[in-house]
């Protein structure tokens, strides 16, 4: 399915409903797979101050991505799936800082079985367009650098840059679930510039930048990822500091799901070395402008940022 065919299934609205509160509560718990009020990430109030401050909340319903028929199954499974409760969610608080007002896209789900169907990426779309309706220059928001697909999604796809990374950002408070238990939350802060050439070509022509692989070399590979005998990742011996060029590219794990399910330690350990990487070269002025899969001759993908060095820090001594 692409994700014009997902914008004609899915019905997207960007006004809270009172009675849809409770439900957005709910599918936040869903999707981080939490038991309990008290344990939810963003209770009720979180989403209704977004709102009413000049923030965005948006919901999406299911309008066709599953048939009648297999809807009722899905109901006789979970009776949440009977009715028309909204499948994802998307946050932004509004906020400013020394360059003016942006917003802040603090939280966005998708329901585990709309999963893998492009919803997300018509999320976005939408999210794109209210900013622009609503005169929002400027997005921000945080993600974990090893996840591989977002990677993909946020800065191939929609143009977003990095330049600052936040080593274990959140607290344990917020991060008490499957996804975040025992690893450190280690987050990119995207900028996402609405107005910039780089995200119109993306967001309105539908065009990423072809990549040529070649670019790609050991002289500009900072690190690399290997393979144990259970065929898990691991971070190799290459491990650079004093890289002087511009590009450069730092390898991440294709799969850093299937680590963390069998070892979280050996997925710290990986972790700890690719944020030492991030953080060395970013505070000398790369920033990661891309995201690239490179499929090697024995079918094993691997994943690569693409890092710049911006011109006023080249003459530097760092």
């Keep these: 399915m692409n994700t014009d065919d997902t914008k004609t299934k899915i019905r997207v609205e960007q006004y809270l409903r009172a009675s849809i509160l409770n439900d957005v509560v709910e599918l936040e718990?869903?999707?981080?797979k939490r038991e309990g009020y008290r344990e939810v990430n963003a209770p009720m109030l979180y989403f209704e101050l977004a709102y009413i401050t000049n923030g965005l909340v948006l919901t999406a319903f299911d309008d066709g991505i599953y048939g009648m028929e297999e809807r009722k199954q899905m109901a006789l499974e979970d009776p949440w799936y009977g009715g028309d409760h909204p499948i994802a969610f998307l946050v932004c608080f509004a906020d400013f800082d020394h360059n003016g007002p942006f917003w802040y896209g603090a939280r966005m789900g998708v329901d585990q079985r709309y999963q893998d169907k492009n919803i997300g990426e018509a999320m976005v779309s939408k999210l794109y367009t209210c900013a622009q309706e609503r005169r929002i220059s400027r997005i921000r928001w945080t993600y974990d650098p090893l996840q591989a697909r977002n990677?993909?999604?946020y800065l191939r796809r929609m143009g977003g840059l990095v330049k600052e990374i936040g080593?274990?950002?959140?607290?344990a408070v917020f991060t008490n679930d499957q996804f975040n238990r025992g690893i450190s939350t280690d987050r990119f802060v995207v900028e996402w510039d609405i107005n910039s050439e780089r995200v119109t070509e993306r967001m309105q022509k539908g065009k990423a930048p072809v990549f040529d692989e070649s670019l790609i070399t050991q002289d500009n590979t900072i690190n690399e990822i290997d393979l144990d005998e259970l065929g898990l990742e691991h971070h190799g011996e290459k491990w650079l500091f004093h890289a002087k060029v511009s590009p450069i590219f730092i390898e991440i794990p294709y799969a850093q799901d299937r680590l963390l399910q069998a070892d979280r330690t050996k997925a710290q350990a990986l972790r700890d070395k690719c944020r030492a990487l991030f953080m060395h070269y970013l505070a000398r002025g790369y920033v990661v402008n891309d995201f690239v899969l490179k499929?090697?001759?024995?079918?094993?993908r691997r994943a690569f940022y693409r890092l710049d060095q911006e011109a006023q820090w080249q003459t530097l001594s760092l």
């Design 29 to 32: 718990k869903r999707v981080w």
């Design 151 to 153: 990677g993909h999604i």
């Design 167 to 171: 080593f274990n950002y959140y607290s």
């Design 295 to 300: 499929k090697m001759p024995d079918g094993r």
